[in-house]
């Protein structure tokens, strides 16, 4: 059986264009006080983005949680679509600025986005949004590492919130009434939930994508500096 590949698709031409323009929009609008401390939620849509914006509301902090541009010089939380923001651009403009990468088990995700978009999606759909997601981890690894302003968060694990609380300073530890799940109420198709476990297969992680993980078979020869990065970061998995 041929080793499943990752094929360009039409959410690579999408979120590249999106990632483009945003990198733009944030090159050309005010930065505000480049000295305050700015909270960047970095992770996927799905993943707990709402009790992040929660928490952040609870402790005071002027929050913006939505898909659109992020006014970065009106507000000092962001959250919503974190990984097709310029998240390199907003390290390098706001010193001291906080971020945190949330994510949940390859599964629920997968699962959580087909419900959310109604629509059925192939095996190769999910194939490529399960190595595109990888790859996004393995960026974002390599990336901070070493650095004590970041922290990766399975929003699924116990004592996640509270986690990031801590990491922020905070001193409320979750927002009022504890965790937002936003679970859809939209009917689930059947043959997403077969194609995501013919994806799954291909890829050999069925066991794998029920747990929350960063570092994944996916990653293939890099695992060993990817877990070596990964141990210099604070993580909650």
Partial sequence: MAEPRRTIDINDIAFGIIHTRMRLHFMATPKGDRSAVKYFVIGHPRTGTTTMHKLFEANGINSFHDSR??????????????QV??????DRVY???RFILNFRPLRHYLNSIATHHQKVFSVQNFINEALRRADYFAWALEYFRGRDNFIAVNIEAPGAVAAVADFCGFAVKEPPGGAVNNVSNRPRFA???ANIQAA?????IVEEAGRGVLVSKLHGTRQDTLRAARDTLRVVE
């Fill in 191 to 193: 043959q997403n939930a």
């Fill in 69 to 82: 541009d992020w006014q970065t010089g009106r507000y000092d939380a962001f959250s919503d679509f974190g």
């Fill in 95 to 97: 010193p001291n600025a």
């Fill in 85 to 90: 923001r310029p998240v390199a651009a907003y």
């Fill in 200 to 204: 799954l297969e291909a890829l050999d």
